[in-house]
């Protein structure tokens, strides 16, 4: 009937995605408590982006858009990717 | 809806999302070419980050970051009632998320009041004094944290509006395309902090 975004989310769907949040966040800070190391800051962006994609797939319902978006998304992120791996390549010749 | 003219007029909320989306797009980039300047000063200056990292306060950060989680599913939520026309329901909702966005804001006032009493602000003496690699951090934390609470308080400003228009019922069971793109934009800045978190309050 709308051409609204239909695919609607239970409550209890939105309510356990903020829980595993909250979840991920405790245990992102006890990981830092740990003293890994450079392993500690690797485990701390991959935590935060497994968050990252927990708030874009259900909260900002990317996981029922179309696909076209999908892939633009995939544009953004593999933009970033570059730049910030080519900057390193700089870094890392250079100096 | 089966004798449609021609010049019936039909929001194409689709594309008003679209739009939305590649305007997220943008916002990402800006942040990446921070985080990009974060990381190349972390490696640049790893002990530096460290030692100033432990001088943050890992439990307002924690709980700001409880806060912003609360603060988006409170926002879901509210777009997932005003769907079924439980606008009552939608509206407390979305005090909630402004709320908790207002709570964000406080707890970060107090944060920097505290930096700043001790002197430590982007260019003050204390700070030039303690050596390059910690000016750099600051210098980072203030741009990052202080950009990143713009957005928030831009978000807080949109909501309020949302708030404004759904109790006019412009915002009602079928037409919340604005509500749920307002939704989008706060998400996003949660999406923001979620990495600004760890990579401030938790260097070890």
């Known amino acids: ?95 | 809806m089966s004798n449609m003219s021609i010049t019936e007029h039909r929001p194409d909320y689709e594309g008003s999302r679209l739009g939305m989306w590649i305007f997220l797009f943008t916002e990402m980039l800006l942040f990446a070419g921070l985080f990009l300047l974060y990381s190349v000063f972390r490696t640049r200056y790893s002990p530096e980050f460290h030692t100033s990292s432990v001088e943050l306060s890992r439990t307002a950060g924690t709980v700001n970051t409880i806060i912003l989680l609360t603060s988006s599913l409170t926002m879901a939520l509210s777009i997932s009632v005003i769907k079924s026309g439980r606008r009552g329901m939608s509206l407390l909702f979305q005090s909630l998320t402004v709320s908790l966005g207002i709570l964000f804001l406080v707890n970060k006032y107090f944060e920097w009041g505290a930096k700043l009493w001790h002197g430590i602000y982007p260019n003050s003496p204390e700070l030039l004094q303690r050596g390059k690699g910690k000016t750099m951090f600051y210098g980072l934390y203030y741009l990052m944290t202080g950009l990143h609470g713009l957005h928030v308080l831009a978000g807080v400003i949109l909501l309020t509006i949302m708030f404004i228009m759904t109790v006019n019922n412009r915002i009602n069971r079928e037409q919340y395309v604005r509500l749920e793109n307002s939704g989008l934009y706060w998400h996003l800045v949660d999406v923001v902090w979620v990495y600004l978190f760890p990579v401030f309050y938790l260097i070890n």
């Open chain 1, 1 to 95: 009937m709308n051409k609204n975004n239909d695919h609607t989310i239970g409550f209890k769907t939105y309510i356990a995605i903020w829980f595993c949040l909250v979840v991920l966040t405790a245990i992102t800070v006890t990981v830092s408590g740990l003293n890994m190391g450079r392993y500690g800051a690797l485990a701390s962006v991959l935590i935060a982006s497994v968050k990252a994609a927990l708030v874009l797939l259900f909260f900002m319902h990317l996981k029922y858009e179309r696909p076209f978006l999908k892939l633009m998304l995939l544009v953004t992120i593999c933009t970033i990717a570059v730049i910030i791996g080519l900057t390193f390549f700089d870094i890392g010749v250079r100096y």
